[in-house]
């Protein structure tokens, strides 16, 4: 079993930046590929983020350039940061494996932007 713990939400104003963590443990002994996926009401979950065991990143095109996946193997810890936050980003906030066999979800993190 692998747990997902994700932290760092928050409220923010349009333009700010947050900085997303997500705690694996359990019977995971390394993080080869993850993802940030977030789900706004009444929205199917999206992945936005994945990062895959040779480090390369991927982002969707509403995120491109504004956030970046990160992750640190040692403390089994992945990372989003998130810079010039848009009102539509409002979401919660989850990670997990972004492809195959997804681990059980965590209770996520609320963004929310806004004025």
């Known amino acids: 079993q692998v747990q997902l713990v994700e932290s760092g939400g928050g409220l923010v104003q349009p333009g700010g930046s947050l900085r997303l963590s997500c705690a694996a443990s359990?019977?995971?002994?390394?993080?080869?590929?993850m993802g940030w996926y977030r789900q706004a009401p009444g929205k199917q979950r999206e992945l936005v983020a994945a990062i895959i065991s040779g480090g390369s990143t991927n982002y969707a095109d509403s995120v491109e350039g504004r956030f970046t996946i990160s992750r640190d193997n040692a403390k089994k810890m992945v990372y989003l940061q998130m810079n010039n936050l848009k009102p539509e980003d409002t979401a919660v906030y989850y990670c997990?494996?972004?492809?195959?066999?997804?681990?059980?979800w965590g209770q996520g993190t609320q963004v929310t932007v806004s004025s």
């Open positions: 359990g019977s995971i002994f390394r993080i080869n590929a």
């Open positions: 997990n494996a972004p492809a195959g066999v997804l681990y059980s």
